[in-house]
């Protein structure tokens, strides 16, 4: 029988399925539930050392035997600090130390609780990794996850880059001693493949996982520019041609497609879950798809990370491939290419990789056509519309730069080309800033597409002495926090317009004048037509402004009026192949 603390036993459950084999333990009463876990367990030897100080370097001896990662499990208080010396030999030796300590409820430090003192980060910079554990009460919730999850990077990074210590902080209400639960759970391992350019390794690994699906799905976040320089076109449609390609403006690959809208119509219909997911690049905008692809439960989620960083964004992977993207592409296209392993099926197969990648592009199809046709009224979305089509016409290069918020979310509306955004953290601040910087150092023109809110905040970018004439700002001037009426629920608080979307009457007008930027503006469909050829002129001396006035619940109406007619629309043959 196991301890009836679920962080306990969710960290047990991935030590065994990581490969820890070996346990040095320490005496104390907190870290009893732990103790008991490890001495339950017959695939892990455990080592009793009443010294913390002396069981430290008795596990790093043990590891650095097996070149395998060694757990020391000390109790609560000084006991910690006691492995720090063995940990800092661990760190420079890179020996994959894994040190647990049991800890008091965080509600009791600083109270003069007995062994009570700050533990989570307490080896500081002496250890790879160091998570602090939830006490999750059920399973299936977002805190379960989230325990797993740490545990997985952990438990990674012993072994990761070199190897090295990691610190596992356990929290643990009382009562203690409840040894009543039957079996450990079945929990979630996340593997890693290293850093690597190896096709052979990649393929071993990846691409068995990968033609072996019946419903093979390609995500693709936020990337460089330089993406499209290396992936060739002839590969990428390779891959497309074999498996659902999802990907937004903010990728640097052909074509983006128009994902968001088709989940739309798609709903919660099961033909289009897919049943493996490979994920690369960064942040996606669509919240919609992030919803669709947590509820794919039974879904195998693989990610390629250059920089190795674990996000479980769908909350479901068990892949790590520390590798270029472009290079996992290219490896995926040749063996495409090649027909190694590769059973594209035939369309009558109603679930196989043909059928479910033509449902999904009848709906992908659908969807840009409803694009392409919908016509909105005089709105913010009219304005990016008339934008990208002028942006299209006039021939000429063009970094294009989207702001957060609505901005981003219209130019995965209308944009057909690279989109540039500070989607990392996803903040309002600075993207006017950034758009100003790729200018002073652009050989051709900078545009900003970017919303009031954002424009004001960022201001003082413009009170720059080397602003250039390459610089152009389309300005969506709606007079608050646009994206704040399409919160479902918002509309109820008094609070909404005035406090949370912060509503002005505000112009940039006289911060254009000031900052010797040429100023125009548009109330209408006409006069936003007429000025559009004005913003995009071939040569100007100072940067250009166009402020599009709009109304805020015209925008918010226009934007829905859009997704709720495809909500009902069945696929169908449609024009774009």
């Given at each position: ?225 330089a993406l499209s320089s290396v992936v ?233 002495q080397q602003l250039r004439g390459n610089?152009r700002i389309l300005l969506l001037n ?100």
């Amino acid at each position: 029988m196991y301890s009836n603390k679920n962080n306990v036993n969710i960290l047990t459950a991935l030590l065994l399925q990581h490969g820890v084999s070996h346990a040095v333990v320490c005496p104390g009463s907190r870290n009893a539930p732990i103790v008991h876990n490890l001495d339950t367990c017959p695939q892990i030897t455990c080592h009793p050392v009443t010294d913390e100080r002396s069981a430290g370097f008795v596990a790093l001896g043990m590891a650095q035997q097996l070149q395998a990662p060694v757990a020391v499990c000390v109790t609560s208080g000084s006991a910690l600090l006691n492995v720090s010396p063995a940990v800092a030999e661990a760190f420079y030796q890179h020996v994959p130390l894994v040190v647990i300590s049991a800890d008091r409820p965080p509600m009791w430090i600083d109270q003069l609780d007995g062994q009570t003192i700050w533990q989570a980060g307490a080896l500081g910079q002496l250890v790879k990794k160091a998570v602090n554990l939830p006490e999750p009460a059920r399973a299936a919730t977002d805190e379960w996850w989230h325990c797993n999850r740490l545990v997985n990077e952990a438990l990674l990074a012993a072994t990761a880059d070199g190897m090295g210590p990691v610190h596992i902080n356990v929290p643990i209400h009382e009562p203690l001693f409840d040894f009543t639960t039957d079996s450990l759970p079945s929990e979630r391992v996340i593997r890693a493949i290293p850093m690597t350019t190896d096709a052979e390794l990649i393929g071993h690994e990846l691409l068995p996982r990968f033609f072996a699906a019946r419903r093979p799905m390609i995500v693709v976040g936020q990337t460089k520019a330089a993406l499209s320089s290396v992936v060739q076109e002839p590969w990428f449609n390779c891959i497309s041609h074999y498996a659902v390609v999802l990907h937004e403006a903010l990728a640097d690959l052909p074509c983006p497609n128009h994902f968001d809208e088709a989940l739309v119509s798609i709903g919660d219909a099961p033909d289009y879950r897919p049943d493996f997911v490979l994920v690369l690049g960064g942040t996606l905008v669509s919240k919609r798809l992030k919803q669709f692809l947590r509820s794919c439960s039974h879904a195998t989620i693989a990610a390629v990370s250059e920089s190795g960083q674990l996000a479980d964004t769908f909350t479901h992977l068990s892949l790590l491939v520390r590798a270029r993207p472009a290079d996992v592409l290219q490896f995926i296209a040749q063996a495409i290419a090649q027909g190694d392993n590769c059973h594209a099926g035939s369309s009558q197969d109603i679930d196989g990789p043909a059928s479910f990648r033509r449902r999904w592009h009848l709906r992908l199809n659908q969807a840009a056509d409803h694009a392409a046709r919908f016509s909105p009224p005089y709105s913010q979305m009219a304005a990016v519309r008339c934008f990208e089509q002028s942006l299209a016409a006039s021939g000429r290069t063009w970094s294009v730069h989207y702001a957060n918020s609505s901005a981003v979310r219209l130019a995965n509306i209308y944009a057909d080309h690279y989109v540039s955004c500070n989607r990392g953290v996803n903040g309002i601040e600075g993207s006017l800033s950034a758009a100003v910087g790729s200018s002073l150092v652009a050989p051709y023109g900078v545009v900003c597409v970017i919303g009031d809110l954002s424009f004001f905040y960022d201001q003082n970018s413009l009170w720059n002495q080397q602003l250039r004439g390459n610089l152009r700002i389309l300005l969506l001037n709606n007079g608050g926090g646009g994206i704040f009426r399409q919160l479902k629920g918002l509309e109820k608080s008094a609070a909404r317009d005035v406090l949370v979307a912060a509503a002005h009457h505000t112009s940039a007008e006289g911060i254009c004048r000031q900052n010797d930027v040429v100023y125009l503006s548009a109330h209408t469909q006409q006069q936003l037509q007429a000025a559009m050829p004005q913003l995009l002129i071939d040569d100007s001396p100072r940067p250009v402004l166009l402020e599009v006035f709009t109304d805020a619940d015209t925008d918010a109406l226009t934007l829905s009026t859009y997704l709720d007619s495809l909500s009902h629309q069945e696929p169908s043959v449609v024009s774009k192949q």
